[in-house]
């Protein structure tokens, strides 16, 4: 890590500080602050704002779980951010996504749909994220096969979803956040829920 993370509990200086902490609290329960909360902590506005932009995008979107955390997981091994990964990988294969799907996903290119390992509903979304995050334009044909699977609602979602862990993995390696930077993860087999 490049900064010091905040301690925990947070030193607050104001009511609006400790309101701040709180719903992030609220919000990661049962488990405890993680330590992206205890770097974004050192600012507690940005602090707050992630947190409710970052709450809505993972809790409160009519997406799936496989769809969403496929989607999370892909930013992360775009951009290397290897603790975005750890997080969002086991909850991918708690969506339904199979162990070995995810090791297609790990893979630095995309290459061809894996026959049996994802859908074309989800090789949609893998191929739309990938565009988004590696060069920000989404060619035509590839906006026309998300949009023949999803709503625009869920579009809109899917969008919404890779821009944010676009940001978060962005912060987390820029300040190596949960010192990952650099590390190759292991198999995906040990993520999995045991």
Known sequence: MRLPYVADPPPVQTTEDAAIVQRIRERRAPRPLQALDLTLLHSPPVADGWNSFLGAVRTKTSLADDVRELAISRVAVCNKAWY?????????????????????????????????????KQWAVLVYTDEMTRTVQVKDETFAALKRHFSDQEVVEITATVAAYNCVSRFLVALDVGEKNGTVPGPVSELAPH
């Open 84 to 120: 975005e990964w750890g997080h969002h990988a086991p909850l991918a294969i708690q969506g339904g996504v199979s162990v070995d799907a995810m090791e297609a996903v790990k893979s630095d290119a995309l290459g061809e749909r894996p026959e049996g390992l994802l859908s074309e």
